[in-house]
């Protein structure tokens, strides 16, 4: 057969348009050898909180070290219990146990894929008891004290119900917004449009590759507006040190390198036009598919919401033929991710069992990403579209006995 491969994600093509930029940052680092902290970091954090809106942006070796960092510097204590959702990656919960807490779920929104508000209430209403001004998980005996919504696939949660649920219950709330740079949300509270990143306690990013900003390795950030948390994490980031050899506290090796925080400012100049084209590729895919009929849920976008479409995720039956019979044309896919946390055996010991969360279940069966990152071409959208929809038709045909 004679046809181009579509990857699920490019990474060689920006790399290769910013070449020459991020070379000459190679050199200027191995020129001055300021590889920890310095001026290279400090501007990125100061771009990178100014293109959020926070007050303080603190750089750190990754993703899921932002979230650990926030959990701590936030105040939750070992043995509190924070909440999130199933369907996200596992460096949520990781970041939570790590913490010394314990990770508890509630289920989602079947049009969003993420944290559904009123699943927030009923567990805090019905499987949580008042203590004082304390609310106890009846499962675990434990004080919840945070919530982490996660912004999943550049989408982010419904926060100003999730939010008034925190307030009302005296919760933290953390974003894990290390899909959802630049994503923003209407704030009926607030009569304002906001960006992940500004409408938590904290916020934790990734810079991992394959993310919106990706950096040439691993490192992520925590943003903030709370002056006193920003200082623990810088804290946390550095053995606890508030001056050299002066440990005010057991901190970690957190620090995010300086030259990936000046890779990360050339390509955060990029950052709002890839952002752009993301937004219109997925306006094209969710047109075209439009035209196809039923069998494929495309996603859906609240009119509270921009989504900086991290992925692009469809729901179909049988999603493992789908992926097979495009995969034999060349075209890459994803699923992100096949098994809800609360199923995965690393978390056998928290007891939860099938059916616990019947929709992050169901979701996790029927959808799949397709490919999506800045580059790709209008041309090839429509040749994803189409062999998703060949396939798509035969098998409504072949549910209804139309063929066999
Ligand atoms: C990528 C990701 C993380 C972890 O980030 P790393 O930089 O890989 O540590 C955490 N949560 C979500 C939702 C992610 O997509």
């Not at 567990?123 to 945070?146: D, K």
């Not at 030259?259 to 400012?265: H, V």
């Not at 439009?290 to 995720?313: D, F, M, N, R």
Request: net charge negative.
């Amino acid at each position: 057969m004679n046809f181009e491969n579509i990857p699920f994600l490019d990474l060689i093509t920006p790399h290769r348009e910013l070449e020459d930029q991020l070379v000459q940052v190679f050199r200027n680092a191995l020129r001055s050898a300021a590889f920890i902290g310095g001026a290279a970091v400090e501007s990125f954090e100061a771009d990178f909180a100014h293109y959020c809106g926070s007050k303080h942006c603190i750089a750190v070796n990754s993703g899921t070290d932002a979230l650990r960092f926030a959990v701590i510097a936030s105040g939750v204590k070992p043995g509190d219990v924070v909440v999130t959702v199933p369907n996200t990656f596992i460096a949520t919960t990781e970041a939570i146990s790590q913490a010394g807490a314990l990770p508890e779920f509630v289920d989602i929104d079947e049009r969003t894929y993420n944290m559904d508000p009123q699943k927030l209430r009923e567990y805090l209403e019905q499987q949580c008891r008042r203590e004082g001004n304390r609310v106890i998980s009846r499962r675990s005996g434990r004080p919840v004290t945070a919530v982490i919504p996660v912004h999943l696939y550049g989408q982010m949660a419904n926060m100003d119900a999730i939010q008034a649920l925190a307030d009302e219950h005296g919760l933290i709330v953390i974003e894990d917004a290390c899909q959802a740079h630049g994503a923003e949300y209407f704030s009926q509270r607030d009569q304002r449009w906001r960006r992940a990143g500004t409408m938590g306690r904290a916020a934790a990013f990734s810079f991992y590759p394959g993310k919106n900003l990706g950096a040439c390795g691993e490192a992520g950030a925590i943003t903030t507006d709370d002056d006193e948390l920003a200082s623990t994490t810088r804290m946390l980031r550095d053995h606890g040190q508030s001056r050299k050899y002066y440990h005010d506290i057991e901190g970690y090796n957190g620090r995010l390198d300086a030259i990936q925080c000046a890779f990360l400012s050339v390509k955060l100049q990029h950052l709002p036009g890839w952002t752009e084209s993301r937004r219109a590729h997925a306006k094209l895919y969710t047109e075209l598919f439009a035209e196809a009929g039923a069998a494929i849920i495309t996603p859906q976008q609240p009119a509270w919401s921009k989504p900086v479409y991290h992925l692009y995720v469809v729901r179909c039956k049988d999603r493992g033929t789908l992926q097979a019979k495009l995969a034999a044309v060349g075209i890459g896919t994803g699923i992100h991710y096949p098994v809800p946390l609360h199923q995965q055996e690393a978390y056998g010991g928290l007891s939860y069992k099938l059916g616990d969360f019947s929709v992050a279940e169901a979701v996790a069966e029927e959808i799949v990403s397709l490919p999506m990152f800045p580059q790709l071409q209008r041309s090839q959208i429509e040749r994803v579209v189409a062999a998703v929809s060949t396939y798509a038709v035969r098998a409504e045909r072949q549910a209804v006995g139309l063929i066999g």
